[in-house]
C-alpha cells in the first residue's frame, strides 16, 4: 500500500469530466483537433463522448485488443465507447527518438510525437510535446507518479512486468537527457508541475 492511492478519486462528476473541464479554461471541446489516447481503459476513454469533432488516434494494436468481447475480458469496456467512435488507428515508425526505439510524429513540424511505453497494457504509448521553452512527457499511466518512475518502480495495474520495467527505464534516460516536465496522469502533482514547468530533477 502507498499513501498515493488514498488520494486516487473513485467518482467523477459530470462537471468533472473533461469537456466541462476544457470549457472553464475557455476551450471549446469541437474546437481541439486531435485527441490522442495513451490507451483505452475506461478512465482514460470515458470521456470520448466530449469529442466528436476531433480526430481520435489509436495505436491499431491497442484498439484491437480493446474492442469487442474478447477486450471486455481483458478489462476494457468498448460497450461504453460512443457509437460514432471510428479512431485513426496509427503504427509506430522504426523511427528511434532517444531511447526509444520508435515513433510517430503527429505534426510536421515533429512538435508533438507518440512514443512507446508498453507495460500497463500492451501498446501503451506516451505524448511527447517540445514547445519553445520547455519539453512535456504526457505519460499516460506509465507511471502513476513522477516518483515511481524516479524510483523504477511499478504500479498499479502492470499488464506485462518486463515491458513496464524497460519503459520506466527508457522514460529515466530520457528525462536525464532532455529537461522534461514529466506529467502522468494519476500523478496529483502534475497540476502544478505544468503550471509551473517543474522539469525532473534526476
Same mark, same amino acid.
Given at each position: 500500500?502507498?499513501?498515493?492511492?488514498?488520494?486516487?478519486?473513485?467518482?467523477?462528476?459530470?462537471?468533472?469530466?473533461?469537456?466541462?473541464?476544457?470549457?472553464?479554461?475557455?476551450?471549446?471541446?469541437?474546437?481541439?483537433?486531435?485527441?490522442?489516447?495513451?490507451?483505452?481503459?475506461?478512465?482514460?476513454?470515458? &470521456?470520448?463522448?466530449?469529442?466528436?469533432? *476531433?480526430? =481520435?488516434?489509436?495505436?491499431?494494436? +491497442?484498439?484491437?485488443?480493446g474492442? @469487442?468481447? /474478447?477486450?471486455?475480458?481483458?478489462?476494457?469496456?468498448?460497450?461504453h465507447?460512443?457509437?460514432?467512435?471510428?479512431?485513426?488507428?496509427?503504427?509506430?515508425?522504426?523511427?528511434?527518438?532517444?531511447?526509444?526505439?520508435?515513433?510517430?510524429?503527429?505534426?510536421?513540424?515533429?512538435d508533438?510525437?507518440?512514443?512507446?511505453?508498453? &507495460?500497463?497494457?500492451?501498446?501503451?504509448? *506516451?505524448? =511527447?510535446?517540445?514547445?519553445?521553452? +520547455?519539453?512535456?512527457?504526457?505519460? @499516460?499511466? /506509465?507511471?502513476?507518479?513522477?516518483?515511481?518512475?524516479?524510483?523504477?518502480?511499478?504500479?498499479?495495474?502492470?499488464?506485462?512486468?518486463?515491458?513496464?520495467?524497460?519503459?520506466?527505464?527508457?522514460?529515466?534516460?530520457?528525462?536525464?537527457?532532455?529537461?522534461?516536465?514529466?506529467?502522468?496522469?494519476?500523478?496529483?502533482?502534475?497540476?502544478?508541475?505544468?503550471?509551473?514547468? *517543474?522539469v525532473?530533477?534526476?
Amino acid at each position: 500500500w502507498h499513501p498515493y492511492f488514498k488520494k486516487v478519486r473513485e467518482w467523477v462528476t459530470p462537471e468533472q469530466e473533461i469537456g466541462p473541464q476544457l470549457q472553464t479554461l475557455g476551450i471549446r471541446p469541437n474546437d481541439v483537433r486531435w485527441v490522442i489516447m495513451t490507451h483505452l481503459h475506461t478512465d482514460h476513454a470515458g &470521456g470520448l463522448h466530449h469529442f466528436p469533432k *476531433s480526430e =481520435i488516434m489509436v495505436m491499431r494494436r +491497442a484498439f484491437e485488443l480493446g474492442s @469487442g468481447f /474478447a477486450g471486455q475480458v481483458r478489462g476494457f469496456l468498448p460497450q461504453h465507447w460512443p457509437s460514432w467512435f471510428a479512431p485513426k488507428l496509427i503504427d509506430l515508425a522504426p523511427d528511434p527518438l532517444g531511447p526509444f526505439p520508435g515513433s510517430f510524429q503527429v505534426t510536421r513540424t515533429t512538435d508533438v510525437i507518440i512514443v512507446p511505453t508498453s &507495460g500497463h497494457t500492451d501498446a501503451h504509448v *506516451s505524448v =511527447i510535446v517540445k514547445d519553445s521553452d +520547455a519539453t512535456y512527457f504526457f505519460a @499516460g499511466d /506509465a507511471s502513476y507518479t513522477q516518483r515511481f518512475m524516479l524510483d523504477q518502480q511499478i504500479d498499479g495495474v502492470g499488464l506485462n512486468a518486463q515491458a513496464a520495467r524497460q519503459t520506466l527505464q527508457r522514460i529515466r534516460q530520457f528525462v536525464q537527457a532532455t529537461p522534461t516536465v514529466y506529467l502522468p496522469t494519476h500523478d496529483p502533482e502534475s497540476s502544478n508541475r505544468f503550471a509551473g514547468k *517543474s522539469v525532473v530533477a534526476c
